[in-house]
């Protein structure tokens, strides 16, 4: 019977690619965050009104 190639790996060669996964991983997440002074302003909250405001619906 044959054996796959992925069968007969060592353990230094599924640390490396494992180590390699990781760090593809962390680049990835770093290349694709915008930088702070890109993103925009802030939400800006509209203030409550002061007066109530009037139903819409009456019965």
Known sequence: MHRSAWL???DRQVLIAIGLTVLLVIGL???TRTPEASRGPE????EAPS???PKT???
């Open 51 to 53: 007066t109530p405001l």
């Open 29 to 31: 997440v770093f290349s």
């Open 43 to 46: 939400l800006l909250w509209r």
């Open 57 to 59: 619906l009456e019965i």
């Open 8 to 10: 007969e790996m060592t």
